[in-house]
């Protein structure tokens, strides 16, 4: 079961996408701009937050041509493993219509996307997702076993570890490549922190891939090195800030609002693959932003400012 639709139509010429996508960036960024209360009208939900953004996504996927789609195959898919996870929730709280709303968009495959909506219940949607993420991974029964010990908080957890191993491992664009070494780089460091902050320690969920040694760091874990943990927020991120004081999510904004800044600094130079992908990610960041202001309620602007990405 594929995870991607297969789109047979030649899409754009890539220069001519990257003017749309310059123009439509401005509007994100004006938009941005104007959302300073921490309620964003017309966003009810996470789902419909995250139903906006997979709007876009498949806008920006449909007029791509083939060898761009290639190129963002693997980001896509990225964004997909939240989709299903969000797909999974609602279904186990029997909220149909919300699965039906994040399922109607083009990105899913047509086969996935029937298969999800006509499952009886949780338990036959997550051997659905499992069967679809075993083709791509080759073996699904680490997938299968997280669910059946940890629920869908952790399959979910599993699934991004399992296909950043996987994907880390793949050729790909220049500019993919170093958006997947980034990205997992910061989610290493997210480990990091919680192994600390809660005191346990699992050498197997840190993934290679990064240009932090994953030696290093389940290191650091079993000694409870919060210096190196310092060092290497420090290393990616550039500043000195100390770490373990941070909450969880004013952390991981810090690091977001770090890869945030080098995809665009990327997107400003020559390369049409880095102006596209600074553009998809701006969508995701948005997307959070409206998601944090969403739950902001009584938190106060400091705080807020804190958590959102730059």
């Not at 761009?68 to 989709?83: A, D, E, W």
């Not at 210096?227 to 991120?237: K, N, Y």
């Not at 909450?247 to 080098?262: D, I, K, Y």
């Not at 995809?263 to 693959?273: E, F, K, M, N």
């Amino acid at each position: 079961m594929e995870l991607l639709r297969d789109i047979a139509a030649d899409g754009y010429p890539t220069d001519y996408l990257v003017a749309r996508v310059r123009g439509r960036r401005a509007v994100l960024l004006a938009e941005g701009r104007r959302a300073t209360t921490p309620r964003v009208p017309g966003a009810a939900s996470d789902e419909a937050i995250w139903d906006a953004m997979l709007a876009e996504f498949d806008w920006l996927r449909r007029q791509m041509n083939p060898r761009l789609r290639r190129h963002f195959g693997p980001v896509f898919t990225l964004f997909v493993i939240k989709t299903l996870v969000l797909c999974l929730r609602n279904k186990a709280a029997e909220r149909h219509a919300a699965v039906e709303r994040l399922l109607h968009h083009d990105l899913l495959a047509e086969d996935l996307r029937d298969a999800l909506v006509k499952a009886p219940d949780v338990r036959a949607a997550v051997a659905i997702v499992v069967e679809a993420f075993g083709a791509v991974l080759g073996d699904a029964r680490g997938l299968a076993d997280a669910h059946a010990v940890g629920g869908l908080k952790a399959l979910e957890t599993r699934l991004t570890r399992d296909y950043l191993r996987h994907v880390a491992a793949e050729p790909l664009h220049p500019v993919v490549r170093r958006f997947f070494a980034a990205f997992i780089d910061l989610r290493n460091v997210m480990t990091l922190y919680k192994h600390l902050r809660w005191g346990f320690d699992d050498a197997a969920s840190f993934v290679p891939g990064g240009t932090l040694e994953t030696s290093r760091l389940a290191d650091a874990s079993s000694r409870g090195d919060a210096g190196c943990l310092d060092a290497c927020v420090r290393e990616i991120a550039g500043d000195a800030a100390p770490v373990m004081a941070a909450s969880e999510v004013a952390l991981e904004s810090r690091l977001l609002s770090c890869l945030t800044r080098e995809l665009h600094d990327a997107g400003r130079g020559a390369d049409d693959v880095a102006r596209i992908l600074d553009y998809l990610w701006g969508v995701y960041v948005d997307a959070r932003n409206r998601a944090l202001r969403l739950h902001a309620g009584g938190v106060d602007v400091a705080t807020l400012e804190r958590e959102l990405i730059a």
